[in-house]
């Protein structure tokens, strides 16, 4: 018996005790000083734009579902745009796009 979905997500990685567990510690990090900072910033993680810190959201670069966790290095500040894609998993499209356009 053996399968390659095993190796692709990982049950681990899915437990939705953990998930649970990292959206707990984002909640927490929203409320951090250093959270502050990074939206004062105002610069989207993903496009580079300027928006005021009412526009930015906080995105996790390896999402929560792929093993990502709460922590600074992987919680960045994302404009809902970029957020709206990265959701709907365009980046990878755009790249090719990106590719065939030149
Ligand atoms: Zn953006």
Known sequence: ?????YFFLSPEDT???RIKKER????????TQWWQ???????CHYCEK??????L???HVVPLARGGTSSKGNIVPCCR???QKKKLGIPAEDLLK???DE
């Open 1 to 5: 018996m053996s399968s390659d979905d």
């Open 15 to 17: 437990d939705p005790a």
């Open 24 to 31: 707990e510690k984002a909640k927490k990090l929203k409320k």
């Open 37 to 43: 900072n990074q939206l004062n910033q105002g610069v």
């Open 50 to 55: 300027s928006f005021s810190a009412q526009q």
């Open 57 to 59: 959201t906080m995105d």
């Open 81 to 83: 745009e970029c957020n």
């Open 98 to 100: 990106n590719i065939q």
